[in-house]
């Protein structure tokens, strides 16, 4: 991922914003067939300083035989009640970094790992996130309610959310009308 400085860190600060706080993504990955598989999973770290996305899993999962033989994933996160929709593009790896583990490790992880970092399988998936596409309401209530009310009246659907690309290799944004 090439980091510029300003453009680069300015992307950054942009996602960790619009994915603060929503805990669970859709993680997308390709199986043998070319077929598409989600499931949900907890976000450990958001956005790294590296731009990395971080979750626990264990090795002999369905998801972890995608990712070694196709390392692109989807991350998706979604908070319908704020109007934030987040899609995240990149290349998915196994970390067995135990320090890292213990960095990331929080008791709720019990619930999918009752022994702990001591579970035989226990890994990280880190994701270098490279692309990402974003509708976010920062266009303002003004803008919010401007297209509810459109929506009443016409019948057509309104969004008034900003939506945008960025694009982390090169760390540029290429904002989209809604």
Excluded at 63 to 82: C, T
Excluded at 99 to 120: I, Y
Aim: hydrophobic letters at 40%; charged letters at 30%.
């Amino acid at each position: 991922m090439a980091k510029d400085g300003n453009g680069h860190a300015a992307a950054m600060r942009k996602l960790r914003r619009l994915v603060k706080g929503i805990r669970v993504a859709m993680m997308t990955t390709t199986t043998g067939d070319g077929t598409l598989h989600s499931r949900p999973m907890a976000t450990c770290e958001a956005l790294d300083e590296d731009g990395a996305l971080w979750f626990f899993t264990s090795c002999e999962t369905a998801k972890v035989h995608e990712i070694n033989a196709d390392h692109h994933v989807n991350i998706a996160y979604s908070d319908p009640e704020n109007d934030r929709y987040v899609s995240l593009a990149g290349m998915a790896r196994v970390v067995r970094d135990r320090e890292k583990m213990q960095k990331l490790w929080s008791p709720m992880l019990r619930v999918w790992f009752p022994r702990g970092l001591d579970e035989p399988d226990i890994a990280l998936l880190r994701v270098e996130v490279d692309r990402a596409e974003y509708w976010d309401p920062s266009a303002g209530l003004f803008s919010a309610i401007v297209s509810r009310v459109r929506s009443a009246v016409t019948g057509a659907p309104g969004f008034p959310a900003r939506h945008g690309r960025i694009d982390l290799r090169h760390a540029e944004e290429q904002p989209r009308a809604a």
